[in-house]
DNA sequence: ACAAGTTTGATAAAAAGTTTAACAAGTTAC
DNA sequence: GTAACTTGTTAAACTTTTTATCAAACTTGT
């Protein structure tokens, strides 16, 4: 097994592998077999240069003279993304938030929703998603007899920062943050943040902008 | 009135604002009453002089020898993002994630929730946020009569480019997109995507990326 | 009123990141 | 076998972002 140097692949070319995979995705279903970074061009309004380029961070996954393979490619990228793994999930705040990303998780494939909790007794206990709403109290706890991979955080703010100590403590690889405020975590535990109203808020500058 | 040079702002400097605007509100909030760029790099994480020079892209708001003013700064930060103005918005998809969208913007001051629709007969005419729920077919003759700036798309993926065409042909300042996809707008509206699997994908490559 | 200390706004320099261009070498297709 | 195609790779160009610096302006305490 040979080992890969590990230079860092910059934030710009990550943020695209999504999109590749969503295209790539398309494709396949489309019957389409193999593209060109040409193609591949043309549909994402990527240059094909760029797009070559953003591959070959990962591996040369083309072939002169053909391009690539669809279904082969986007297995590739969904393996870079890290989505060949099964990743254990508790979400923590069953709010109205909490409930909507947790029914996105139930058709995600790969990541698998084990826990929930929340503070509001009248959540407490009922069942919800197929699983049964948990006191945040028993969170601790629970974290020690289960291995999870990834903690959800739709709290409100106030309490936010302790979850997200709690989980770090009990060794999550990463936090998935819903709540506004930014958290401060340990360098091992990886930090995606959704902040709705930094989103908004983009959007009103760009809206007034525009209006000038 | 003097019209200043539309110099264009960079995007690294926007996505900070909303950052800013929160810690201020928070200090406001602890009675502070002025601010210094060292302070604020202190509490934030960023360089002072980072901080003096995102600020003065839109003028020069504080004093020398004294700081920033916590509570003007505070309002000129909001000013300047376009939340001194109130926003007219419809929700177009009101399944868990709008209702959880539509919910979390009840308690958000500026964008006031005008219109609900969705294709679901068994949503359509329920009272939801205080609004009733209309069928999409609807939203044509909607937007003909009420005057919206801001259509929020949390449909499936297979509706979301016509409703966007159809808010875009109404004369929509803005979309909010939580439809896993990339809309193709015209240029005069502004497009804001909040893409759920883009960011845990990301989350997912951050994990697998770091136990390397 | 003055001097010492503070802090901004502005400019310039440096660093980092990102995109584009170009082409040799390998493949395909006929 | 040859013409057309397309990748992987390198280097250059470009853009963006961050940091350093300092004169000028203000505050504060005496």
């Known amino acids: 097994m040979y080992s890969k140097e590990k230079r860092k692949?910059?934030?710009?070319?990550?943020r695209r592998?999504?999109?590749?995979?969503?295209?790539l995705l398309e494709l396949k279903n489309s019957g389409v077999q193999r593209i060109s970074s040409r193609e591949l061009s043309?549909?994402?309004?990527?240059?094909?240069?760029?797009?070559?380029q953003d591959l070959n961070n990962f591996g040369g996954f083309g072939q002169q003279g053909y391009g690539y393979n669809v279904e082969e490619l986007f297995e590739?990228?969904?393996?870079?993304?890290?989505?060949?793994?099964?990743y254990t999930v508790v979400m923590?705040?069953?709010g109205n938030l909490g409930?909507?990303?947790?029914?996105?998780?139930q058709n995600k494939e790969g990541f698998e929703l084990s826990g929930i909790f929340d503070v509001n007794p009248s959540l407490i206990g009922s069942a919800l998603c197929g699983l049964k709403v948990r006191d945040a109290s028993e969170l601790e706890e629970y974290l020690?007899?289960?291995e999870v991979d990834i903690g959800i955080i739709a709290t409100d703010k106030g309490s936010a920062?302790?979850?997200?100590d709690v989980l770090s403590a009990a060794g999550v690889k990463g936090i998935w943050n819903f709540a506004p405020l930014d958290l401060v975590v340990p360098e091992n535990v990886m930090l995606e943040n959704v902040h709705l109203s930094d989103s908004l808020y983009t959007l009103a500058y760009y809206i007034s902008e525009h209006e000038k």
Do not use: H, M, W
């Open 161 to 164: 920062q302790s979850v997200a």
């Open 144 to 146: 020690r007899g289960n």
């Open 9 to 14: 692949v910059s934030p710009s070319v990550i």
């Open 17 to 23: 592998l999504p999109k590749y995979r969503r295209c």
């Open 42 to 52: 043309r549909i994402t309004g990527l240059t094909a240069s760029q797009i070559r």
């Open 99 to 105: 409930q909507a990303v947790s029914n996105y998780l």
């Open 92 to 94: 923590v705040g069953f």
């Open 76 to 86: 590739e990228v969904g393996g870079i993304l890290g989505l060949d793994k099964e």
